[in-house]
């Protein structure tokens, strides 16, 4: 069973910087595609950026420029580097990790969330 579990999240003024982390335990991170997502009050869960094993990074067009997704498979963590945040950035972040199970089939697992809000 894999655990996710972010931390990095907190209150942060417009035009600021917030680095999240999300660790994974288990021994399939670095055969995963991982992603970060957000749910803002009111509204669905979005993608926000995932990167394959592979290294290939994905964006939402309202965070290309501001936001960079990276991995580090000797500890099992992706990170999301947010810069120029904005109100509407704020929600509580989710990382995703997907499992390749073969055949197109795919296990996904989620960490609880980690609040960001951007505010003066």
């Known amino acids: 069973q894999v655990q996710l579990v972010e931390s990095g999240g907190g209150l942060v003024q417009p035009g600021g910087s917030l680095r999240l982390s999300c660790a994974a335990s288990g021994s399939i991170f670095s055969i995963s595609v991982m992603g970060w997502y957000r749910q803002a009050p009111g509204k669905q869960r979005e993608m926000v950026a995932t990167?394959?094993?592979?290294?290939?990074?994905n964006y939402s067009n309202f965070v290309k420029g501001r936001f960079t997704v990276s991995r580090d498979n000797a500890k099992n963590t992706v990170y999301l580097q947010m810069n120029s945040l904005k109100p509407d950035d704020t929600a509580v972040y989710f990382c995703?990790?997907?499992?390749?199970?073969?055949?197109?089939?795919?296990?996904?697992?989620w960490g609880q969330g980690t609040q960001v809000t951007v505010s003066s």
């Open positions: 990167l394959t094993n592979g290294g290939r990074p």
């Open positions: 995703n990790l997907r499992e390749p199970l073969g055949l197109g089939t795919e296990r996904v697992y």
